[in-house]
């Protein structure tokens, strides 16, 4: 099992910035990419980025390219997603998700990922 636990979503004005953090624990060693997906209300939830756990491969929506960046720190078990330039519509529950199946690329399904964090408010203001 693999235990997800999402911080630093809030409340910001458009243009603003604001990270991500997820946490994880438990047995993380299986893991092989690790990814932000968010909903928001009324619409199903989507793919925003992922990252592997080794190596420096990622993945962006093309809604986000160029202005979220996902990291990892292997030390700490955590992945953050750095969101600048934010608009209303980035406004979404965004939750954590980790996948310990191997892929040939970097999964970006939501049926791809086992195991998922409890979800993180991020509400932008026009």
């Known amino acids: 099992q693999v235990q997800l636990v999402e911080s630093g979503g809030g409340l910001v004005q458009a243009g603003g910035s604001l990270r991500l953090a997820c946490a994880a624990s438990?047995?993380?060693?299986?893991?092989?990419?690790m990814g932000w997906f968010r909903q928001a209300p009324g619409k199903e939830r989507e793919f925003v980025a992922a990252?592997?756990?080794?190596?420096?491969?990622?993945d962006y929506a093309d809604s986000v390219k160029g202005r979220f960046t996902i990291s990892r720190d292997n030390a700490k078990n955590t992945v953050y997603l750095q969101m600048n330039s934010l608009k209303p519509e980035d406004t979404a529950v965004y939750y954590c998700a980790a996948s310990q199946t191997y892929y040939i690329g970097i999964p970006h399904r939501s049926s791809q990922y086992d195991y998922w964090g409890q979800g993180t408010q991020v509400t932008v203001s026009s």
């Open positions: 438990g047995r993380t060693f299986g893991t092989f990419a």
């Open positions: 990252i592997r756990w080794s190596g420096s491969s990622t």
